[in-house]
């Protein structure tokens, strides 16, 4: 086997604008995740089975990132819930400066929990801070347990690991402890909650996750 | 709703050495694909599944793209085929001049077949041409029947779609019909093999359309 290794380009720039967009989102109380995941992972499934366990006690807002459609801006629109669409126009991740226009537009007053949803992507998105407080990352068992050693850089950067679709376990073969501990070898203080968005399974650990980090910031 | 576009970049450079890479392979009389997929489609298990099925008749090789590991490479590598692996450090597509070093190593004389596993990714990958005959997609029909219309540039560039892992269908909300539609709404010349690489449905039809292909190329 012959192999070439190619350079990876470094984008300081996004990493300042990444700052000024957390001190804006945190000097207004604003406590924001970014939500990362291969295209069909179910991200904005999770928001909509998510949002309505939160809109008791949080004002949530979302930032929908998609290459091309407004079809999951209108999925969370539907909630009720106020939501700005990027379409990137063929990027393939969201960047700080993309979500820094968007703070220009959101009443961020108004705002306790504010959702992104990052284009769906297991590479770029990783390696673009927008600002947020976490970034929590959707896999679905689906995909296969390989993910975590050929993504390092997503499971690198995430706070929380979400393994969905999990009802379909007996019928694909994920190896659910593999992928835990190959998860964790990458990065020790990753947390983990296995959920499914179509049973429901999980939802309540994953709103209770939010619940304690939005408390430990100081948050809503 | 809000909106803002994002200004596509163009890789004007990557065409030139597309056509130097497609001169030179079809000088050697080597058919190339390339396979795309977003992470966990499937793409190693077909090649998997369907290089056993060629080499009565033709000699096969593969080029690996994959950001971290050499796993992929090491399951083709495995049938005792020729493999030449990219690492790409983090970059999230191939491009053509990641593929011309491969083929200074490759002795292309003695390859009739050559299938280039791109980087798991429903985006980047789509853009670059890296000098091959027919562009091949593998949709999971885990990821959701929406793909078409929400990664619309990997359904134009491709000739042939093959939704995967279709032995899951009772398990998942997936409006084949649905995307079959929307795919050929997008792109009219579209083929589309349904195939499962767990159970084996559909192998000996795509293999059929790859033997049709080098046929009409003139190929081996």
């Known amino acids: 086997m012959h192999e ?90 969201l960047d700080a400066s993309m979500v820094h226009s968007a703070l220009h537009t959101l009443d961020l007053e108004s705002i306790d929990i504010l959702f992104i949803e990052n284009v769906g992507n297991l590479v770029c998105p990783a390696e673009f801070d927008l600002g947020e407080d976490a970034r929590v ?16 850089l997503m499971f690198t950067e995430s706070g929380l690991l979400l393994p969905n679709k999990v009802d379909l376990l007996p019928h694909v073969e994920f190896d659910l402890e593999k992928a835990r501990h190959e998860a964790l070898d990458i990065n020790p203080k990753l947390e983990i909650e296995e959920i499914s ?17 939005c408390e430990t910031r100081g948050g809503s």
């Open 137 to 152: 990352m959707l896999l679905s068992v689906t995909e296969g347990d390989d993910k975590p050693k050929k993504y390092p």
């Open 4 to 93: 070439i290794h190619i350079g990876e380009d470094l984008r300081e720039r996004n990493i300042e604008i990444a700052e000024e967009n957390r001190k804006i989102l945190r000097g207004n109380g604003v406590v924001t995740f970014n939500l990362m995941s291969a295209p069909g992972a179910g991200k904005t499934s999770l928001l909509v089975a998510t949002i309505p366990h939160l809109t008791d006690k949080h004002r949530i807002a979302v930032i929908e990132g998609d290459l091309q459609t407004s079809r999951d801006a209108e999925r969370i629109a539907a909630l009720g819930i106020e939501v700005f669409q990027i379409e990137t126009g063929g990027v393939c991740h």
């Open 197 to 213: 968005c179509k049973t429901g399974s999980g939802i309540e650990a994953w709103t209770d996750w939010i619940e304690r980090f």
